[in-house]
């Protein structure tokens, strides 16, 4: 099983290999230790993948739940949440430029090459949600009431919620 580290920022992630990271019986004083080694970044802009995400890392598969897609006409800083509004447009959906956060995603870390894949559709939306591994199941939970369920078990071998 190949080792990464994945890191996220509000538009991006970054995998990083960690077969090259010394171990601390390793280090002898003054050896430079080894810098991280950026396989790759899958850009939320330009892969299409909306913002706001919740993630787990389950066997060698980043899997992506929930998010929102910006506006293009939003500013950087807006595009990283959803329009401030009153609870009633909010729970309307207004705010979202393409339907409700019902999205789930998987990424093979093993392919460099490998593009998201679309999964099967959670049964509620999910904005921000916090997401945990237990077992060979994933569990989504939103951070925000938006309506259908906030806490979801998804199991990746069947891709069924």
């Not at 990271?21 to 003054?30: P, T």
């Not at 009633?88 to 998987?106: I, K, T």
Request: glycine fraction near 6%; proline fraction near 8%.
């Amino acid at each position: 099983m190949r080792d990464v580290l994945c890191i996220f920022s509000s538009d991006r992630v970054f995998v990083v290999d960690m077969e090259y990271i010394m171990r601390d019986e390793d280090y002898k004083e003054g050896t430079p230790l080894k810098r991280l080694t950026v396989k790759r970044t899958i850009d939320f802009w330009k892969s299409r993948l909306p913002f706001g995400m919740g993630f787990a890392k389950w066997r060698n598969f980043l899997y992506m739940f929930g998010g929102n897609y910006p506006s293009e006409s939003k500013s950087e800083r807006d595009k990283l949440r959803p329009n401030p509004q009153p609870e009633s447009v909010l729970f309307g959906y207004n705010m979202f430029e393409e339907g409700p956060p019902y999205h789930a995603f998987m990424l093979d870390l093993t392919d460099d090459t490998s593009e998201p894949v679309r999964l099967s559709s959670m049964w509620g939306p999910k904005l921000d949600p916090m997401v945990e591994v237990i077992g060979d199941n994933i569990y989504v939970l939103s951070e925000i009431l938006l309506s259908g369920p906030m806490f979801e078990v998804y199991n990746p071998i069947t891709d069924k919620w």
